[in-house]
């Protein structure tokens, strides 16, 4: 609640009034500055009324990519039974507001808003809450509420068709890789039977002698798998023009485009940033593509020092997890022109990947590439995906 210049200009000459009316034996004056008072705390009742409204609001769809369409509906209801609520409202979108008309909404009545969401830009848009401001008829007084929760549209980044990925090799022919897809070629152990399980594949010996079924379990040891490292480090990128770092963007295409590439091929996909949040491909095909696409549109450029680490430790970090857990064959890495000072940080990887990829966007002139490691130049993510479709050898 916030009393306005007018407010306070008429409190105050209502006091004075009836200080001065009452000390001096002025009877009107005094009358003239009760007035003043008692519209003032009028002011107050009248703007302190809380409506009765449910707002709700549906954003369809939640997920685009960027530059296409979506739009939010809007819809506010008078749960009163007697009063109408006649007040200002605007419902936040982004960076923008936009205004809703609750002009003497009825009781049991509704009001609908439809408009567009911005998606010029990658990211994720915050929509809600509804704030509706309420106001006397004298300009005294004004209050302001938050009504209705929020909701969110994630903007993902475009996605440019590539027609080759990499073959990747056997690193494990007797199974011991475990997140492989299951019931394939290489025995790799015995478990209990459940529902479902084909009984070709029951273990006859193994089960008489434990006392349950018991069915052999196979992998497939030579699907290729693949690592998208990104660089988030605002170190490896140029200042931002207008808010919006180019080539950052071009690389959060660029790793959407290869995890729509390994989906589409059934091929197992990891995604991590440099700054430690990953995605890893479980459940459908949209499903899964889905949980990347909104890790990529979550991402933003992490300030030196956030957390505690100077650029090159913060990938120096990241590049040791990969080469701890070992979670694929092939490695793409993809960062800023600034970035090509690392590169030997990201070449390290080469003993246990078969394949390292390096994706660098907006640098001057070529990049050269250490012992086994492919670099793409690309001045964007089209350019991106013609010459990764361009390489011959992984």
């Known amino acids: 609640m916030k009393v306005t210049s007018r407010g306070i200009g008429l409190l105050v000459a209502g006091v004075a009034g009836l200080v ?47 530059g296409e ?39 049991k009545r509704d009001t609908v808003v439809n408009y567009p969401v911005p998606t010029s830009r990658r990211g994720v848009v915050p929509i809600g809450p509804l704030r509706v401001s309420r106001r006397d008829p004298l300009g005294l007084v004004t209050m302001a509420r938050s009504q209705g929760g929020t909701a969110q549209v994630w903007v ?16 494990s022919l007797d199974g011991l890789v475990d997140k492989v897809p299951h019931g394939s070629i ?34 497939d040891t030579s699907l290729p798998s693949i690592v998208v490292l990104l660089d988030d480090r605002a170190a490896a990128y140029p200042r931002p023009a207008d808010g919006v770092v180019e080539t950052f963007e071009s690389a959060c295409e660029a790793a959407a485009s290869v995890v729509a590439a390994a989906v589409r091929e059934d091929l197992p996909i990891t995604l991590h940033l440099v700054s430690g949040a990953a995605a890893g491909g479980t459940g459908g095909r949209a499903q899964a593509t889905a949980g990347f696409l909104d890790l990529l549109a979550e991402a933003d ?94």
Not at 42 to 58: I, K, N
Not at 193 to 209: F, I, K, M, P, Q
Not at 317 to 328: F, I, N
């Open 20 to 66: 001065t009316g009452y000390a001096f034996g002025y009877a009107e004056l005094a009358v003239l500055g009760c007035a003043a008072i008692v519209a003032v705390l009028c002011a107050l009742a009248y703007t302190g009324w809380r409506p009765s409204l449910s707002v709700s609001r549906l954003a369809d769809p939640d997920r685009v990519g960027r």
């Open 69 to 107: 369409s979506s739009t939010v509906t809007l819809t506010v209801h008078n749960t009163s039974r007697f009063r109408a609520a006649t007040m200002i409202a605007e419902d936040r979108c982004g960076r923008a507001t936009v205004p809703v008309p609750l002009l003497r909404l009825r009781p």
């Open 156 to 171: 993902h980044p475009r996605i440019h068709q590539l027609s080759a990925v990499p073959a990747g090799a056997t690193r």
């Open 186 to 219: 290489t025995f790799d152990s015995l478990r209990p039977y459940v529902v479902g399980d084909e009984l070709r594949h029951v273990h006859w010996r193994t089960s008489a002698r434990v006392g349950e079924l018991m069915v052999r379990e196979h992998v």
């Open 301 to 394: 450029l992490t300030p030196p020092g956030q957390p505690a680490q100077t650029p090159a430790e913060s990938l120096r970090v990241a590049t040791d997890r990969l080469r701890h857990q070992r979670v694929g064959d092939t490695v793409v890495f993809l960062t800023g022109p600034l970035g090509r000072d690392d590169l030997g940080t990201v070449g390290a990887l080469r003993p246990a990947y078969s394949s390292v990829v390096v994706g660098v966007f907006g640098a001057d002139g070529s990049t050269p590439g250490g012992a086994g490691v492919v670099v793409i130049d690309a001045a964007d993510g089209a350019q991106f995906a013609a010459e990764w479709d361009g390489v011959r050898a992984w």
